[in-house]
């Protein structure tokens, strides 16, 4: 089992930056694909970025490439999302997610294990 917790969310203007972290627990990750997801009020879960096992692959979805950038450290079980020039669009609950495929990274279904989530909210 892998536990997933969150943090770094919080209330941010247009424009600003802020960064994520995703702490695992339980067993160690470095062979589990990571990605982030985010869900705004009304809508569906939806793919933010990914980064592969090895670290050498990483995936975003159009919406934030080029302003967000996701990395790991397997030294210290914890996968970051660092998003900068946010848009109010940005707003939702981020979560992290853990897998254990080679592939298919940008899918919700490919995904083990859930982190609880953290909310982003970005005033405009």
């Known amino acids: 089992q892998v536990q997933l917790v969150e943090s770094g969310g919080g209330l941010v203007q247009a424009g600003g930056s802020l960064r994520l972290s995703c702490a695992a627990s339980?067993?160690?990750?470095?062979?589990?694909?990571l990605g982030w997801f985010r869900q705004a009020p009304g809508k569906e879960r939806e793919f933010v970025g990914a980064?592969?096992?090895?670290?050498?692959?990483?995936y975003y979805a159009d919406s934030v490439k080029g302003r967000f950038t996701i990395s790991r450290d397997n030294a210290k079980n914890t996968v970051y999302l660092q998003m900068n020039s946010l848009k109010a669009e940005d707003t939702a609950v981020y979560y992290c997610?853990?897998?254990?495929?080679?592939?298919?990274?940008?899918?919700?279904?490919?995904?083990?294990?859930w982190g609880q989530g953290t909310q982003v909210t970005v005033s405009s």
């Open positions: 997610a853990a897998s254990a495929s080679w592939y298919g990274l940008t899918a919700l279904k490919f995904y083990d294990y």
């Open positions: 339980g067993r160690t990750i470095s062979t589990y694909g």
């Open positions: 980064i592969s096992w090895t670290g050498a692959g990483t």
